[in-house]
């Protein structure tokens, strides 16, 4: 301690013995004095002596206080805080609370801050939004101006697809991602908005739970041969390979065929395609890629000694597998430009599905493995062994594989390691089709059934095998090949020669039995 401050503090001291002794007295806790705690001052039964000089020590005291400086004044409490006991260190703390909180949400708007206020307040969730709008009519106020419930929407919509779909289906989008304008309801709108969305999910979830569903039916009614091998859809269309050699696009609202592109000479077994081409392989050995809009073949790929089984492109990339157990990895520079880049082998039978992203390439054969390249170089990494039967479907992403297999189970396995994580069964013949969200895990199999499996369970090894199945779907009546699946919808196709929309959303619930609808049927016979 200075000098200076030194003598202030031995000059208050020691102001008299007889005075220091009664100021100690007062500061300090008598046996027989009861304290009452509380969030306000602390007080106790006993009262202090009207005579005496405290008054004026008091006085004197603060008199002397008030000419030091801040850091001498922060030295000297600090000294008399150290000097007190437990009780009055707890009086002190109960009287600084409320002079330490500061409503910031207020003050800022107070210094012209606004946006900062917005700004912290945006990152709450609903339920503390509503508490948020409950402090105070300020709180409500910044809230309201900075149509936070519509930021909240926003972001839901930008990172859950669920949201976004219902955005889409439903037309609030169009109230979204927009400037404060005229157009723009009143934040309001969307703090009713709000719960009504949540609404429409649990509904979706239970519909999914249950199996409530509508159902749309297209009998393709092949001439020469039956079954659809394979198809993708998106919110327009339906583009499906079938067994006589063709494929079909079909409206997917109408359900009407919009067009037929032939020039495969085998069952066109697989197929993908982006806002540009279709890209289909067939048992007929190529590769074609087509022009989504004309039709027209813009390349035909002829490498694989037999039936071209699967196909995946993207970012540049495609590769094909085959039934002559080979994999091959091709440059997409453009669609009249693609060039082989490598072939992999080692697969001792058929090359059933490929799937790649950018770390890995994972393929699955007839010979009862999974085996793993590196995208970037084409090597080896390693073989997942479990299936006792050859394995016909898998999807690769985010770390997890999940495969099916003629041993009638699924897989789900962390790549990185090579470990099965879990064995679903469940099915009664070979599973030939596998999809995977986030959420579930859906299933189509040579038993004509279709399973929806709780993908968060099955990745938990507490949960029961029994509790992994959520819903079993029969409508089609011959093998199931293939399916395509997102938040709202399930798309399949079967040897039956049908492709069925089992759609979770628009549910009538007029006088259905759970999980069974009315369906809708458009039936095309080929000319």
């Known amino acids: ?48 002596p009207s005579e005496g000089n405290y008054e004026k020590e008091k006085e004197h005291c603060i008199a002397l206080f008030d000419q030091w400086s801040e850091a001498d004044q922060v030295e000297f409490v600090e000294h008399l805080i ?18 330490l909180q500061r409503d910031f949400i207020t003050a800022l708007p107070a210094q012209g801050l606004d946006h900062i206020a917005e700004n912290i307040l945006s990152f709450l969730d609903a339920r503390s939004l509503c508490s948020a709008e409950l402090v105070c009519k300020e709180w409500q106020r910044v809230i309201s101006e ?28 169009k109230y979204l991602f927009k400037n404060r304008t005229t157009e723009v309801p009143p934040n309001s709108y969307y703090h009713s908005l709000y719960p009504k969305i949540i609404q429409d999910i649990e509904t ?28 993708q859809y998106d919110d327009d269309k339906i583009i499906s390979g079938l067994r006589d050699n063709s494929i079909k696009i079909w409206d997917k609202q109408s359900l009407e065929c919009l067009k037929i592109l032939t020039g495969h000479t085998g069952s066109v077994l697989c197929l993908q395609y982006d806002e540009r081409v279709i890209v289909t392989g067939s048992s007929d050995s190529t590769v074609r890629v087509w022009e989504v809009t004309s039709g027209e073949v813009l390349n035909t790929l002829i490498h694989h000694n037999e039936a071209v089984l699967h196909l995946r492109f993207a970012n ?16 997409m520079a453009s ?17 059933n599905v490929v799937d790649f992203d950018d770390k890995y ?47 009638n189970t699924i897989r789900l396995w962390d790549i990185e390691c090579g470990a099965c994580l879990r064995v679903l069964e469940g099915h009664e013949e070979l599973v030939r089709c596998i999809r995977f969200d986030n959420k579930r ?26 509790t992994l199945c959520l819903r079993t779907l029969v409508e089609h009546s011959g093998r199931v090949f293939r399916l395509q699946f997102d938040e709202f919808q399930i798309i399949s196709s079967s040897h039956d020669d049908t492709i069925l929309i089992w759609d979770f959303l628009n549910v009538s619930t007029n006088g259905q039995s759970e999980g069974r609808s009315p369906s809708r049927t458009y039936t095309y016979i080929s000319r």
């Open 316 to 331: 540049g990339l495609m590769v094909t597998c085959s039934k002559d157990r080979s994999i091959a990895v091709w440059d």
């Open 146 to 173: 900075g149509m936070l419930w519509k930021k909240l929407i926003e972001r839901m919509v930008r990172t859950d697809p669920l949201w976004k779909g219902l955005s889409e289906r439903h037309q609030w989008e």
């Open 361 to 407: 390439i994972v393929s699955a054969s007839g010979d009862r493995t999974i085996k793993v390249w590196s995208t970037s170089t084409c090597e080896f990494v390693r073989t997942l062994n479990g299936h006792k039967r050859g394995i016909a479907c898998l999807q690769y992403r985010d770390r997890l594989v999940v495969s099916g297999s003629s041993d």
């Open 82 to 99: 150290s000097r007190m006991c437990h009780y009055q260190h707890g009086h002190i703390n109960s009287y600084l609370k409320p002079m």
């Open 441 to 466: 895990i859906v299933s189509g199999a040579y038993d004509g059934k279709i399973k929806v499996w709780d993908l968060q369970a099955a990745l938990d090894p507490r949960a029961p095998a029994s």
């Open 1 to 48: 301690m200075e000098p200076e401050m030194e003598d202030k503090t031995l000059e208050l001291m020691n102001t008299s013995g007889m005075e220091s002794q009664n100021l100690v007295d007062d500061l300090s806790p008598k046996k027989n004095t009861v304290v009452k705690l509380s969030n306000g001052p602390v007080t106790g039964s006993r009262k202090r």
């Open 204 to 231: 979706i979830e239970a519909n999914w739970r249950c199996g409530r569903h509508n159902l749309q039916r297209i009998q393709c009614r092949s001439e020469n041969s039956k079954g659809v091998y394979c198809l």
């Open 335 to 351: 669609p009249t430009d693609i060039s082989l880049r490598r072939v992999l082998v080692g697969h001792r039978a058929a090359v």
